[in-house]
């Protein structure tokens, strides 16, 4: 079955940028959609059809891909952007199914 | 304003059963395929299954596929996940999710989640 990896984290002081990354096996076949996860929180959708934001989402998130990676970018982190990132794609070929990453947990020091 | 309450979850023994419910108001409910997604303790994401709108296609994770049905109830705003043969490993917390639907680059439909529930927990333990 098909899967996506991340790195399982990543810490940056304020006001950095932080680039999270999302690779998979032809993932430019396919729209990638990110998710923010706070401790004891649901999961928030930030990015959509891979650069789309949601309303509400601030203008710091957006999402690109290049070749076989996808990448959440987050400007001027603020300590309130702690929290683990999905990625998530839904793999057509085949038994359709739905693959989330491992997540990766941005640390804002 | 869209709101997702999941309920249902309790402890159950293994091989026990157990159905979770989802009422959803605030949009329109038949226009929505939906979801269920479950995170085991201190652990990611896990797709467990999809239907659409009207109910007539489902999708399942391999590993709930045989055992877990999702089933929705569109008069009454409602989407169900029906729990048999429980697992230890089927230990987390159930989100329902909304289901907007976009096309891939083959123009395949896909889903992604932009509502989600805050979660039901189900534990599976003797």
């Known amino acids: 079955s098909y899967f996506v990896t991340q790195p399982p984290s990543m810490s940056l002081s304020p006001g950095e940028t932080a680039r999270l990354v999302c690779g998979g096996d032809k993932i430019g076949d396919k729209y990638v959609h990110w998710y923010q996860q706070q401790p004891g929180q649901a999961p928030v959708l930030v990015i959509y059809?891979?650069?789309d934001r949601p309303s509400g989402i601030p203008g710091r998130f957006s999402g690109s891909k290049s070749g076989d990676t996808a990448t959440l970018t987050i400007t001027r982190v603020e300590a309130g952007d702690e929290a683990v990132y999905y990625c998530?794609?839904?793999?057509?070929?085949?038994?359709?199914?739905?693959?989330f990453g491992a997540g990766t947990m941005l640390t804002v020091l | 304003e869209v709101q997702l309450l999941d309920s249902g979850g309790t402890l159950v023994p293994p091989g026990g059963s157990l159905r979770l419910s989802c009422a959803a108001s605030?949009?329109?409910?038949?226009?929505?395929?939906m979801t269920w997604v479950r995170q085991a303790p201190g652990k990611g994401l896990d797709w467990v299954a999809s239907l659409t709108g009207t109910g007539r296609a489902t999708y399942y994770s391999a590993s709930v596929k045989g055992r877990f049905t999702i089933s929705r109830d569109n008069s009454k705003n409602s989407l169900f996940l029906q729990l048999n043969d429980l697992r230890p490993e089927d230990t987390a917390l159930y989100y329902c999710?909304?289901?907007?639907?976009?096309?891939?680059?083959?123009?395949?439909?896909?889903?992604?989640?932009?509502?989600w529930g805050h979660g039901t927990l189900v534990t599976v333990s003797s």
């Open positions: 059809d891979e650069t």
């Open positions: 998530q794609v839904w793999h057509t070929a085949g038994d359709r199914h739905v693959v």
């Open positions: 999710a909304r289901s907007p639907q976009t096309y891939d680059s083959s123009g395949e439909v896909v889903y992604y989640f932009d509502y």
């Open positions: 605030g949009f329109s409910f038949t226009s929505h395929a």
